[in-house]
């Protein structure tokens, strides 16, 4: 349901933030609305995992007796469930708009992504394995902004380059 909105609010917003929007056919359209998604996802998730990785006491050494890979907290298995989410709606899209959104890769991925994301959640182990790999979703809005300033025509740009740099360094 939530990427439906974040899906219907990107196809809104668009035409006012980028002059050529209108000028896209209907699969580039579908593609750039799915990416405000990824987007999305991709910044709660780096920034989540950043969180409860770094600044929270989850991790922390001295704030609990259990294993580091037996933690958990509300806020965390939360935010687990709300990946679970995103993937799930991403790959219905994904079936939906066969194979223009992605192919079995993406299948696979955001398949395994779910199994081990759920399986944490039902053990309540390894959360801290899970949030490291959720934190490498911080390129992602580097990725979706290169495609973009790609469709954009912008491939020849000052911001693209950054963007590159920022991607590789991301």
Known sequence: MNHKKVY???GFISPFCFKGYGKLSDKEKMEWN???????HALIAAWAS???LLFSDLFDEDSSNDLIVNRSSIISNMFLGFSIGYFLSDLAMVFWHFPALG???YV?????SMFSISLSLM??????YILMVL???STTPFVNIRWY????????STIYIYNGIALFFG
């Open 8 to 10: 219907d609010i990107t």
């Open 34 to 40: 799915n990416r405000g998604f990824s987007t999305f």
């Open 50 to 52: 950043l969180y409860l």
């Open 103 to 105: 192919g079995l890769e």
């Open 108 to 112: 696979l991925h955001h398949g395994l």
């Open 123 to 128: 053990s309540s182990q390894g959360q801290i």
């Open 135 to 137: 934190f490498s979703e």
């Open 149 to 156: 300033l790609d469709v954009a025509g912008r491939k020849s």
